[in-house]
């Protein structure tokens, strides 16, 4: 990479740039290899079945763009993707909730974005619109969930003593399709997850009649980009990623990135 000793500084006039500018001299350093980041398969968030390569990678992606990063994904199972990149094979791993154990080797950045935990329901014209303010109102109710799932401590602790009638299924899927089997009177799943599913595996007319509730189960679930501690660039890069992950969120762009489009579990107006 060429050197260069720099006489005037544009960002040394007072243009109002902010972090822009940082950046902008900050790309003028970037290493020309892109950065080597390991994820794994959790659509739509992380795929390779996307031209972005998910939800969340684009982000990532987008933010290391300002500092003038270029990055490159290669998709592996989970569990490796996080042993292999602590390991410093690669440069790191994306994206992931964060968890004091796992976390240990990393540096954890700012929060790429937080999961959209929702309650899914049957839109019945002939029945009261569901609604709720605390768990304690899906009292009645019966409710699927997937039994590795965190949800909330609440959550569990309220079906352990017997409040919530908890069903428990495989998965995200047979948790929808039971729902439109009238098997289920709601369930608490990821916006964008169920968005997905419901594209990729139910007919239009079975997710035309699915409605998410605007309230969020939880807000706790921030997501991560995790950089090797071993690797002595990691801090500065991770620097470099935390000011373009701050210019992103500013924008309309990232607004408009959390929402599939089409999708009926989208809030009102999207």
Known sequence: MKSAHIHWNPCSLRWGLGLLCALAVQAAWAQTQPLRLATGELPPYATANRPDQGIALDIVRRAFGYAGYEVQY?????????????????????????????????????????????????DNPATKPFDWKDLSDLQGLRVGAVPSY??????????????????????????????????????????????????????????????????????????????????????????????????LQGSHAYADMLHLPGCSLNPRGR
């Open 74 to 122: 290669t998709f592996k199972p989970w569990t490796r993707s996080l042993e292999e990149a602590r390991a410093g094979q690669w440069d790191g791993t994306a994206y992931w909730g964060r968890n004091p154990q796992r976390d240990v080797g990393f540096l954890i950045s700012d929060n790429v974005l937080t999961e959209q935990w929702v309650f899914v329901y049957r």
């Open 150 to 247: 965190t949800y909330t401590p609440e959550f569990w602790r309220l079906q352990k003593a017997g409040t919530l009638n908890v069903a428990l299924a495989g998965d995200d899927l047979a948790n929808l399709r039971l729902l439109l089997a009238g098997r289920l009177d709601v369930v608490p799943i990821e916006r964008n997850v169920a968005c997905y599913l419901m594209g990729a595996h139910l007919l239009p007319a079975e997710a035309a009649q699915l409605r998410a509730h605007p309230r969020w189960l939880t807000r706790q679930f921030t997501t991560h980009l995790m950089l090797s501690a071993r690797l002595p660039q990691s801090a500065a890069r991770m620097r470099a990623f935390n000011q373009g992950l701050r210019i």
